[in-house]
Structure formats: structure tokens, C-alpha cells
């Protein structure tokens, strides 16, 4: 690839990392333009959630260049934060705090008005059907009421930008189902969408690009149907399970039974 | 979230902030919101949703541990009194800094540690010199708290003896003292981050916490001792090692503007008590992102520990285990003791504590008396002492914050209360209260010579029944197996009488040395006494295993 575009969403070059003598990334190029869905899809360990946290600032000892709409991350502007919605792999927040004065606070750190920030997280939370746990402190939440908090925490200040590591663990069929919706309908809109996830049949469906990084490398890069069409399977778990060299899960499978049956 | 009086205070100095190139509102909100969940920290879990605002006292630093600082500052008085400046302001600034900076290790590591700000802030449109600032801000407010409640005695004393000019002065280095200790303790934690990892800072500071609470102990003895330091007359001569202990640069720095007699090392000295703590605040501001980077490293904490045997326990536990299902019940309960972060930190220190409470004891008589004649003595049953935090290790061994794991006890077929009780009062023994015991009766050999021998073993008999009174006595609760409660008044009553018992052990121990032959007959009943309540104390009526469910609210 030549140099970075400028007039893309995400644009990276030769993204390298490593955390000691340990490699986490090496080498990744990727153009993401605006208003595209961009799953990324992994093993446990490969790189994904440290790419997006490297694209946020939050790791800074990487050789590379990142643009992000456009500019150059590592040049010192965090205004390009301002335009980026993070939902953290973790689900960190701080439980002491309620919904509200967690999600006004957050909304007050993007630059936004206090009385707005409430009324429409407000009403972002009545339509996930959180209402009655508006005023409850988010350690008294469920894993799948914390999940729906963070997302719209993401969301509050209309980013352009949306990093979703697993967004999806811990809801319910139906949340699941909103929340496919809603990328789609964010997408639609312009926004650009780069999101994590294991689950493999909601990757399939709402990415418009699906990309696969195995030991800090991008092997995969295409649509789903282009992918289907080159490896010949059906299904993403099997492309999933074809590029990443995994083949003896049958074998594996069979020993681990034995190996319980010895008793 | 209410508006705290710091707020209000930093409101006035908005414009500092932003000449300092700060966004003064966001670290203003964000400040606010540390400060709620400070406040909100004491109860943490299972509170169910309706707490709101109402709930947030100014309960910033829980005032009683102020008060304890205050009153350890009112023994510095007689240290201000001295007639040698520069001798007692090394002493005093000495004893602050210790104190500061321990409490700063041992209480606020969580404050100069939070990692979920990584995520939660840094991922956001603020630049780093705000978050930086707002957490340094955060840090001092909390040491400046401890610093006005040790210093105060002293100060107030300082005014009256020495005049407001010396007051004022003297409030000046304490702000230089702090800053020089906040910056000096943030270089040390990155230095062990780089060094190490994220697990082996928690450990340091767990160790830092222990020893802060001997200290105290210790500390409190030599108080008696201090009024008697007035009288002598204390030569204290200013050398070239002193450029090395930072007490001694602010107390020359004192002797310089207030005594009499200045020579170049004394104003060497001083001239560093105030470019130091000038300088390594500076600095660490400025490098304050790069701490930040490192605390990364607790994030992303991979390392896999090498598999260590534990040959020791292996062996005991095969000694003293009967059963199988026990074996393994010890083995889980030995690690758990053993690593769980929030049992050592809770139960490390009183362990600590034991083990130095037998010489504690023995202090003021060996003042007094001198070591050689305590040989001769009884004063060996101050090893009873060591027993002294039996109880609350068994009144905390019930909790845990991940007290829903317990589901392993009531899932494993054939596992009775008996077998789990057995085995921990087993781990009690041998992984707790064993270790204090060998330490202290070796050392009290050494004092009091091999005579001791059959007194040491009556004193290990008589622990042995002690632990099973104690866990007689307290409510019998499967370990690691409920939440952390706020209000355990009632069970500080049980573990105050227990302490009580324990007394009651040395006095008969005591009756049993005048007796002939006492201590042969005393050493029998025990032996006796430990098999019958070993064999028989575990069987309850009630057998069952259930685990209460976490809506019913446990007694």
C-alpha cells in the first residue's frame, strides 16, 4: 500500500507493536471509508482489542501512522476524540456512580450540556427499556442492563466514529437484535462502525467488510460474500475456522472427551 | 452528587488552572465525580439501586482515622518542646514522613492506581495534562487531610513556643514535605512497574500496609518513652551523611532561619529542603503521562505465575488431614488465604501485629528492668499475645468478594460442614497462627533460654484449644462464602471477650509454674482437652450445606 489517505475514516500504515520481547502487531494496513460497517474478527489474543485501543491513544508506543479523519493520531490534536464513540472490551465503568450521573458525566467530558446530556440519555434509556434503572447505581445493574449503558454512553455525543469491542456479550436475543438494528441504521446514517465480536452469524449479517486478524496480522480483508465465494464454505465460523488454520477441532474434541473419561 | 467544599475552594484559583494549561471545568467534573465515589466507597456491595444523592455524607476520609492520626500527633508535642531546633524538627519531620508517606501507600494506592480511568477517561476528548492534574489534585487533598491531622498538635504547639513567624515557616515545609513525598512515592511505584508487574505492586503495597500497622503498634510504645527524651541532654551534630536523609534538610533549614549558629552544611542542607521537593513535584508533573503509561501495565496483566510447590503446606497438610474431601478443602482454603488480595489486606495486618505483640509487651520491662533480668522471669507468657488475633482471622475468614463461588461447597456430593470446618480451622493452625508461634518461641528461647521449653509447649497446647474456643464461639459460617458486611458490631464484641480468654490461658499457665509439678499435670489436662474438642468439637446438629441465597438477608 502507498501512503495514507486523508480522506478516509480510519486510515493505517505498517501498524506495528510490541509489549516487551512479546509482538502484538506487526504490520497492519487498513482503509476504512466513512459510513462502513468493519467487522473484526480474531482468535482470543490476536491483536484486536489492543488495535482499537491503540487507534483511541490509549497505547502510544507503536511505529506506524494512524489517520483518523484524516489526521495524524500521534500529532498531539485530541480533538479527534471528540468525534469517536468507545465501547470498552472491559465494560469498565465507575459502579459507584448512578446511570444518570454516569452517563452525564461522560456526555459533560465530550464538551456537552448538562440538562441535554440528561434528557437524552433519558430517553436513550427509555427506549432499552431501562427507565426504572435511570437513578440505580450501576453495580446494582445486570451484565446485559451494563452492556446497554455503555453503548449509549458511546453514543450520547453523535460520534462519527464508533469503536465497539464485544458490544454485544451479555444481552438477550432481543437486545442483541435492537442493537444489529441500530449499527445498521447508524450505518445508514454515515456513521462509520468498526466493531469486535465473537459471534460469528451477527458479524456475518450487519458488516459490510469482515476482516480477520490472526497473531497480529490481517489475513482476511473482504466482504463476506467475496470471502464465501474464495474459500468455499457457507458460513463465517467455517471461513473463521479455515483461515486461522483450525481444523483439528474434531480431534481435539474427541482426545478432550477421552481425557474426561479416564476419570 | 453534592458540591464539595474543595470544589468551591479550587473555584477561586480556576484561572491558575487554566494558566497552567488545563481545563479547568472538566477537571472540575471530574473531580467531582472521584469524589462521590470516595464517598461512596465505604458500603460497597449488594446495596440495591435507591441510594441516591441523599446518602453522600463529607465522609471523604473517614473521620475516625483522622482522629487516630490527630492523637498520634499529639505525642509529637514533647518532640516540638525540645531546646535543640534542629534536633527536634529532624525527629518530627522524621515521624511525619513516615507516617505520610506510609498512609499514603496504604490508603491512597487506590487513588493513584485506577486503572478503569484508562478506559473510562483517557478514551475521551481530555487532554492528558487535565487528567494528570485532576489526579494529583485528588491525591493531595486526601494527604493534605492526613497531614493537617498529624500536624496539628505540633503546629498549634509551634505557635506558642516558637512565635507565628516559626508557624507560618513551619506550614510552608509541610507543603514542601507533602509534595516531596507524593512525587517520591509515584517514582517508586513506576520504578517497580517497569521493573515488575502490576501483581507484585499490589503485594508491595499489601506489605506496606502490614508494616504500617506494626509501626503503629511499635510506635505507641516508645510514646511513653518520649516525655523522658526532654530531660536528657541530646548532642546532635550536623554531619555529611545527614545530606542524605531528607528529614534533616528541613530541619536545617529551620536551624538556619531561626537558631543561632549557620555553617555550610546546614545551609547546603537547607537550600535542599526546599529546590528537592520543588524539583521532584516539577518533575513528576512532567512526566506525570508517562507514570500514567505504565500504570498500562496493570491492565494488561498477562503473566502467567510459575507453578511453585508448597512443600511445607503439602506436608502438613497430609499430617493433619484425615480425609480426602479435607485434603482438598485444605489445599483450596491454604491458597485462598494465601492470595486472595482482600483477606490478606484485611487480615495480613493483625497477623503482622500478632507476631510482634509478645515483644511489645515486653518492652517497657526491659526498659526498666533490662533484658538480662527478664530471663529469670515469667514475662515469657506475654507469647500468649501472639494468639490475641485468632478470632478476627476467624471472623473474617467467612467473606469474600466473591463470596457467589461458594456454589463449589454445595455442589460437591459428600461434603459435610464437618469436613470444611475441620479444615479450616486446620489452615488456621498450621498456615496462620503455627508460623507466629514458631517465630516468637524462637526468639524467646534466645531471650529466655531453653528453660522455656516446656512452657512454650503448654503455650502451644493451650493455642491449639484457644482456636477451637474461638471458632466455637463465632458464628459458624463457611468460609469465602458471604459479602463483606459494613456493621459487624456485634461480632467485635464476640472477638473482644476472646481476647479476654486468652489472658485467661496465661493466668492459669501462670498458676501452674507456682504449683509443683503443675506444668506436667497443666500440659496433660491440655493434651487431653485439645483431643476431646478436636475429636468431638466439629459435629454439629446441623449438617446441611445449604448456602443462603443472597435476597435473604443473612443474620
Known amino acids: 500500500m502507498n501512503s495514507p489517505s486523508p480522506s478516509l475514516a480510519i486510515s493505517i500504515r505498517n501498524l506495528r507493536l510490541n509489549y516487551g520481547l512479546k509482538t502484538i502487531l506487526q504490520g497492519i494496513d487498513l482503509d476504512v471509508p466513512y459510513g462502513q460497517v468493519v467487522g473484526y474478527i480474531g482468535p482470543n489474543g490476536a491483536g484486536k482489542s489492543t488495535t482499537i485501543k491503540t487507534m483511541l491513544g490509549l497505547v502510544t508506543n507503536y511505529t506506524g501512522t494512524i489517520l483518523l479523519f484524516g489526521k495524524d493520531i500521534a500529532k498531539g490534536d485530541l480533538s479527534f476524540k471528540g468525534r469517536i464513540g468507545y465501547v470498552p472490551e472491559t465494560a469498565e465503568m465507575y459502579d459507584a456512580l448512578t446511570a444518570r450521573e454516569y452517563l452525564v458525566f461522560i456526555a459533560e467530558l465530550y464538551g456537552m450540556e448538562r440538562m441535554r446530556a440528561d434528557r437524552k ?39 462519527d466514529l464508533l469503536f465497539l469491542d464485544e458490544p454485544l456479550s451479555g444481552l438477550d436475543a432481543n437486545s442483541v437484535m435492537i442493537v444489529k438494528d441500530v449499527l445498521a441504521e447508524l450505518a445508514a446514517h454515515g456513521k462509520t462502525i468498526f466493531y469486535s465480536s465473537h459471534i460469528m452469524d451477527v458479524v456475518e449479517k450487519i458488516s459490510d467488510r469482515i476482516l480477520l486478524l490472526r497473531s497480529g496480522q490481517i489475513v482476511a480483508d473482504d466482504t463476506f460474500e467475496a470471502l464465501k465465494e474464495k474459500l468455499h464454505e457457507d458460513s463465517l465460523e467455517q471461513i473463521f475456522n479455515q483461515i486461522t488454520g483450525f481444523e483439528q477441532h474434531e480431534a481435539i474434541a474427541r482426545e478432550f472427551v477421552a481425557t474426561v473419561q479416564e476419570v | 452528587m453534592r458540591d464539595y467544599l474543595l470544589l468551591t475552594f479550587l473555584d477561586r484559583f480556576s484561572f491558575l488552572f487554566s494558566k497552567l494549561g488545563c481545563n479547568y471545568p472538566i477537571m472540575r467534573k471530574i473531580l467531582q465525580v472521584k469524589l462521590t465515589l470516595d464517598a461512596r466507597r465505604v458500603p460497597t456491595l449488594f446495596q440495591r439501586a435507591k441510594r441516591n444523592e441523599k446518602s453522600d455524607q463529607a465522609r471523604n476520609y473517614s473521620l475516625r482515622a483522622l482522629v487516630m492520626y490527630g492523637l498520634l500527633g499529639l505525642f509529637l508535642i514533647p518532640f516540638a518542646l525540645l531546646q535543640n531546633v534542629f534536633f527536634s524538627m529532624s525527629i518530627v519531620f522524621a515521624i511525619f514522613m513516615f507516617i505520610i508517606m506510609t498512609a499514603l501507600i496504604a490508603d491512597f494506592s487506590s487513588v493513584l492506581l485506577d486503572i478503569r480511568d484508562h478506559s473510562i477517561l483517557w478514551t475521551k476528548p481530555v487532554d492528558k495534562k487535565t487528567l494528570s492534574l485532576a489526579r494529583i489534585i485528588h491525591v493531595s487533598y486526601y494527604i493534605s487531610q492526613i497531614t493537617l491531622a498529624v500536624t496539628v498538635p505540633t503546629l498549634i504547639t509551634s505557635l506558642i513556643v516558637h512565635g507565628v513567624l516559626f508557624f507560618l515557616y513551619f506550614i510552608v515545609t509541610l507543603l514542601l514535605m507533602d509534595s516531596m513525598i507524593i512525587a517520591a512515592t509515584a517514582f517508586v511505584y513506576m520504578l517497580i512497574l517497569r521493573l515488575f508487574d502490576g501483581e507484585r505492586l499490589k503485594d508491595i503495597i499489601n506489605y506496606v500496609q502490614i508494616a504500617l500497622s506494626i509501626t503503629l503498634v511499635v510506635g505507641y510504645q516508645f510514646v511513653g518513652r518520649s516525655f523522658s527524651i526532654l530531660q536528657t541532654h541530646i548532642i546532635f551534630h550536623t554531619a555529611w551523611w545527614q545530606l542524605f536523609l531528607p528529614p534533616v534538610w528541613f530541619a536545617s533549614s529551620f536551624a538556619w532561619l531561626f537558631g543561632s549558629h549557620a555553617h555550610t552544611l546546614l ?67 491454604a491458597l485462598m488465604t494465601a492470595r486472595e488480595r482482600d483477606f490478606k489486606l484485611k487480615v495480613y495486618p493483625s497477623l503482622g501485629l500478632a507476631l510482634v505483640l509478645p515483644f511489645v509487651f515486653l518492652l517497657n520491662p526491659a526498659f526498666t528492668v533490662g533484658i538480662a533480668s527478664l530471663a529469670t522471669s515469667k514475662l515469657y507468657l506475654t507469647i500468649y499475645a501472639g494468639a490475641l ?142 483431643f476431646v474438642s478436636f475429636r468431638y468439637g466439629f459435629r454439629f446438629p446441623n449438617f446441611s450445606l445449604m448456602i443462603k441465597s443472597k435476597q435473604r438477608p443473612s443474620k
Open chain 2, 267 to 333: 545551609i547546603v542542607m537547607a537550600c535542599l529542603a526546599w529546590l528537592v521537593p520543588l524539583a521532584a513535584f516539577w518533575i513528576y508533573v512532567a512526566l506525570a503521562p508517562i507514570f500514567e503509561r505504565s500504570l498500562q501495565k496493570l491492565v494488561d496483566d498477562s503473566g502467567s505465575r510459575r507453578a511453585r510447590r508448597h512443600v511445607f503446606t503439602e506436608i502438613a497438610a497430609k499430617l493433619v488431614c484425615t480425609s480426602a474431601s479435607e485434603l482438598a478443602i485444605f489445599h483450596f482454603l
Open chain 1, 121 to 159: 440519555a433519558k430517553s436513550l434509556m427509555h427506549l432499552f427499556d431501562l427507565d426504572h434503572m435511570y437513578e440505580a447505581r450501576l453495580s446494582s445493574l445486570s451484565k446485559g442492563m451494563r452492556q446497554k449503558v455503555l453503548l449509549i454512553s458511546s453514543l450520547l455525543h453523535n460520534p
Open chain 2, 389 to 530: 488475633l485468632t478470632p478476627s482471622i476467624l471472623l473474617m475468614l467467612p467473606y469474600s468478594n466473591q463470596h457467589k463461588a461458594a456454589w463449589i461447597y454445595a455442589v460437591t456430593p459428600g461434603l459435610t460442614r464437618e469436613v470444611v470446618f475441620k479444615a479450616m480451622i486446620k489452615v488456621v493452625i498450621v498456615r496462620l497462627a503455627l508460623p507466629i508461634y514458631l517465630i516468637d518461641a524462637a526468639v524467646f528461647l534466645g531471650i529466655f533460654g531453653i528453660h522455656i521449653i516446656p512452657d512454650l509447649v503448654i503455650v502451644f497446647w493451650s493455642m491449639l484449644i484457644f482456636t477451637m474456643i474461638c471458632f466455637w464461639l463465632v458464628p459458624k459460617k463457611l468460609p469465602f462464602s458471604e459479602p463483606f458486611q459494613t456493621g459487624q458490631q456485634s461480632q467485635a464484641i464476640t472477638g473482644m471477650f476472646l481476647m479476654l480468654l486468652i489472658a485467661v490461658f496465661a493466668g492459669t499457665h501462670f498458676l501452674a509454674t507456682i504449683i509443683p509439678y503443675g506444668r506436667i499435670f497443666y500440659l496433660l489436662l491440655l493434651f487431653i482437652a485439645a
